[in-house]
T-cell receptor
Framework: GIQVEQSPPDLILQEGANSTLRCNFSDSVNNLQWFHQNPWGQLINLFYIPSGTKQNGRLSATTVATERYSLLYISSSQTTDSGVYFCAVGNDMRFGAGTRLTVKP | EAQVTQNPRYLITVTGKKLTVTCSQNMNHEYMSWYRQDPGLGLRQIYYSMNVEVTDKGDVPEGYKVSRKEKRNFPLILESPSPNQTSLYFC???????????FGEGSWLTVV
């Protein structure tokens, strides 16, 4: 099956800093999504982005399908951005191990 | 409000006592699936359903059963729970396979 790798595994930021999270995958996919799991365990869909670039407020994502990676950008981070960020790929939604983000005030 | 609803949200049960975790979505979605989340292992798919009466195994189906008799409901059944099924369970749905997927709030299950 498809292998999904996320980096970095952990990230600690000061409030206001920017960050880039990466998702690499081992095969061509026509489905890639980014999720945020908040400290209470809820999984929120951030982007459906099999290719191209999308933006939603302070968050944006870019997927370069031909090179098998996707990037999630968080600008001007806030403490509420803390949690774990997952990417999932393929029709069976295979998840990476996640990036745990901690934003300190 | 569009949502995926799971029940119970929290449950402590004993080994061998059959239990069902219900999942319902109000978005008329065709595709539904179940995941379990364990520390260090991420989310792994248990079962999925492409439509009514169509179900298939995911990566970790052992010890679980599902059914899809109605479009909106996709219950997860643990016939004889064991402690290694202690986990956080998520139900999810999307309008069709490969489209934007929405998760329920999760069900914390402890088997003692």
């Amino acid at each position: 099956g498809i292998q999904v790798e996320q980096s970095p595994p952990d990230l600690i930021l000061q409030e206001g800093a920017n960050s880039t999270l990466r998702c690499n995958f081992s095969d061509s996919v026509n489905n890639l999504q980014w999720f945020h799991q908040n400290p209470w365990g809820q999984l929120i869909n951030l982007f459906y982005i099999p290719s191209g670039t999308k933006q939603n407020g302070r968050l944006s994502a870019t997927t370069v399908a031909t090179e098998r990676y996707s990037l999630l950008y968080i600008s001007s981070s806030q403490t509420t951005d803390s949690g774990v960020y997952f990417c999932a790929v393929g029709n069976d939604m295979r998840f990476g191990a996640g990036t745990r983000l901690t934003v300190k005030p | 409000e569009a949502q995926v609803t799971q029940n119970p949200r929290y449950l402590i049960t004993v080994t061998g006592k059959k239990l069902t975790v219900t999942c319902s979505q109000n978005m008329n979605h065709e595709y539904m699936s179940w995941y379990r989340q364990d520390p260090g292992l991420g989310l792994r798919q248990i079962y999925y359903s492409m439509n009514v009466e169509v179900t298939d195994k995911g990566d970790v189906p052992e010890g679980y059963k599902v059914s899809r008799k109605e479009k909106r409901n996709f219950p997860l059944i643990l016939e004889s729970p064991s402690p290694n099924q202690t986990s956080l369970y998520f139900c999810a749905s999307s309008s069709f396979v490969g489209n934007t997927i929405y998760f329920g709030e999760g069900s914390w299950l402890t088997v003692v």
